[in-house]
Nanobody, 123 residues
Framework: QVQLVESGGGLVQAGTSLRLSCAAG???????VGWFRQAPGKEREFVAV????????SYTDSVKGRFTISRDNAKNMVYLQMNSLKPEDTGVYYC?????????????????WGQGTQVTVSS
């Protein structure tokens, strides 16, 4: 069982930055970790994913060049640096872990989910 706890969300103005953190307690080996978000009235969507060793990352098109996913396996932490935030980035952000080293953007690939952290970007 992998327990995930997100933090770092908040209310910010457009154009500013936030860094989300995902603490992975009781991790097993070889977990790819992804970030997803869900806006009110919309389906959960993929944001970014990082492989177990951090040698592979992938982003949804709308955040490329603005968001950076990273991880520190020694600390069991995964981060999402979000720059140049836009109102359309608003939503609840979830981190999720897959029982494999590499994963893509489909929620069904992920076995463990955190409770989410709210990000609100005002215009």
């Amino acid at each position: 069982q992998v327990q995930l706890v997100e933090s770092g969300g908040g209310l910010v103005q457009a154009g500013t930055s936030l860094r989300l953190s995902c603490a992975a307690g009781r991790t097993s080996s070889n977990n790819a970790v992804g970030w997803f978000r869900q806006a009110p009235g919309k389906e959960r969507e993929f944001v970014a994913v990082i492989s177990w060793r951090g040698d592979s990352t992938s982003y949804t098109d709308s955040v490329k060049g603005r968001f950076t996913i990273s991880r520190d396996n020694a600390k069991n932490m995964v981060y999402l640096q979000m720059n140049s935030l836009k109102p359309e980035d608003t939503g609840v952000y979830y981190c999720a872990a897959a029982r494999k080293s590499y994963a893509g953007g489909y929620p069904r690939e992920y076995n463990y989910w955190g409770q989410g952290t709210q990000v609100t970007v005002s215009s």
